[in-house]
């Protein structure tokens, strides 16, 4: 069940990235038809990529047991670091004017700045990240008392509880050793 919800959320992921990043015009000329052509191939494989990536982004962050349970870094993360990289790649002054060219057409130095603004925006994330936990943990907390913690945020946070006996006995949880 995993693996079809992580595909699914790959495919639409893939689908938003290579879409929303590429615009192909209208052919004039048989120059216009070919550029359409190959601009319309890149943007065929940048979604398969971005796709395959996030799914097994998805896939590995579950097997590594991370608590993530939107899929958050896989899919946003991931995928925007992929989308970023490839378009560095593929990027072409045919489809945008006011844009530039990308390394498969010549220009190294895009690749590189691509490169360097998904690592900036990675260092940004991370600062941020860190500043907002400080933050937290000085005013909340990071962590509930043992005793909610056991019991199960639904019922301690919330009063609520999650899941009820329509799908299956509750879960007892025990003092860990």
Known sequence: MLQKV???????????????????AAPSDATAAIANAQTAADTAFM?????LVCFYA???KAKLQFDDSLDTFPVHGVGGTVGA?????????????AGKDGLL????NQFIVQIVVVLIAYAIAAIGT???MKILDITVGLRLKPEAELQGMDISEHGEEGYNEEFGERLSFTEPK
Request: charged share 5%.
């Open 58 to 60: 998805v896939t590995f």
């Open 105 to 108: 057409r010549g220009n190294f």
């Open 6 to 24: 992580s595909l699914a959320i790959a495919i639409v992921l893939g689908l938003i990235f290579s879409l929303a990043g590429q615009a192909v």
């Open 130 to 132: 860190f500043i907002l």
């Open 47 to 51: 979604l398969m990529s971005a796709a």
């Open 85 to 97: 990289i490839l378009t560095g790649i593929f990027a072409t002054t045919e489809v945008n004017s």
